[in-house]
């Protein structure tokens, strides 16, 4: 499995994702949508694509709010499998 990244390599990895906020040992974001169930199929892809990965993010929804949390759990921090999946998440925007 893979190691958490050293503090050089997160910087690196967080400037390929700008929309996303680095947290203190995890990286968030959060995502607006007009209708509620709108919210709820962008829910069920990032499922999808995370359950393929075999990463789950933490997911908050608050009606057409959704917020989507990444950190590898099983290694107290962010991992090179966190900055794959939020970029996989960022491409569902295209």
């Known amino acids: 499995m893979t190691n958490t990244l050293i503090p050089e390599m997160i910087q690196k990895r967080i400037k390929k994702i700008p ?23 962008f829910v069920n892809t990032v ?15 608050n009606y057409t709010n959704v917020k989507l949390v990444l950190t590898t759990h099983s290694k107290g921090g962010l991992t090179e499998s966190d900055f794959e999946l939020a970029i996989r998440i960022d491409s569902l925007e295209d």
Request: proline content about 3%; cysteine-free.
């Open 19 to 41: 929309e996303w906020e680095l947290n203190e040992d995890s990286i968030s974001r959060s995502f607006e949508f007009d209708e509620f169930l709108f919210a709820i199929d």
């Open 47 to 61: 499922a999808e694509i995370a359950e393929e990965a075999q990463h789950h993010p933490e997911i908050s929804i």
